[in-house]
């Protein structure tokens, strides 16, 4: 298996561009969590799906950020505008509803200018 | 879910066992105890996790304390490549596997 796949690994763009960010889960995992990682905030979940659901949102820090799932093989974490503060590392992560474990995806390196 | 404590960072040397703390006090009876790490730039990757009883898998091993207030997760030959931070997460296996990391303990392994 590929292991969750994310895309772009890095992206460099400039405050007040729009930012997507795009995930592909293990597949048949039905559920898919999104993090932002900082040194000042350490690892926060932002948002989690079931079975294409969104089920909480409450770490999503504000209305520039949007999340979809259309579908059980993507999903986008969306920003616009873009500000410097979303500078991060953003993580996907994707697990069977129940079972033990979430597996992680590389990571989006994001810089905003 | 529980909160837990862990110290912020550990030395290992190159060979010898790592023993990483976590404490969990106020942990439930239905929740479980988790093990992650994360190297650097790279997500995070699940490495072992228990209930009451003690668990060992190919990475490590997972000791619980009987009143299941702390736990230790045991490397038993560290290598220089097991440098990473590693979070100790206590939740209950509900329908919504939703994690919450802390910051962790960061460990170092010294040739």
């Known amino acids: 298996d590929a292991g969750v796949i994310q895309s772009p690994r890095h992206e460099v763009t400039e405050m007040g561009q729009e930012v997507t960010l795009r995930c592909k889960p293990i597949s048949g995992h039905n559920s898919l969590f999104w993090y932002r990682q900082t040194m000042m905030r350490g690892l926060e979940l932002l948002i989690y799906?079931?079975?294409?659901?969104?089920?909480?949102d409450s770490g999503m820090p504000e209305d520039r950020f949007s999340a979809k799932m259309p579908n059980a093989s993507f999903s986008t974490l969306k920003i616009q505008p873009s500000e410097p503060r979303d500078s991060a590392v953003y993580f996907c992560?994707?697990?069977?509803?129940?079972?033990?474990?979430?597996?992680f995806g590389p990571g989006t390196r994001l810089t905003v200018l | 879910d529980a909160k837990t404590t862990q110290p912020p960072s550990m030395d290992c040397a190159e060979g010898r066992a790592a023993n990483l703390p976590c404490n969990h006090s106020?942990?439930?009876?239905?929740?479980?105890v988790y093990w992650y790490r994360q190297i650097h730039s790279q997500g995070p990757q699940y490495i072992i996790h228990?209930?009451?009883n003690n668990e060992t898998n190919e990475m490590a091993s997972l000791i619980i304390t009987e009143d299941r207030k702390s736990s230790t997760l045991i490397l038993p030959h560290a290598t220089l490549r097991d440098t990473a931070v590693y979070y100790c997460?206590?939740?209950?296996?509900?329908?919504?596997?939703?994690?919450?990391f802390g910051p962790g303990t960061s460990l170092s392994v010294i040739p």
């Open positions: 106020t942990i439930s009876g239905n929740e479980y």
């Open positions: 992560a994707s697990t069977l509803t129940g079972p033990d474990t979430q597996y």
């Open positions: 997460i206590v939740r209950i296996k509900t329908s919504y596997d939703k994690v919450i």
């Open positions: 228990g209930l009451k």
């Open positions: 799906f079931n079975n294409n659901v969104p089920i909480d």
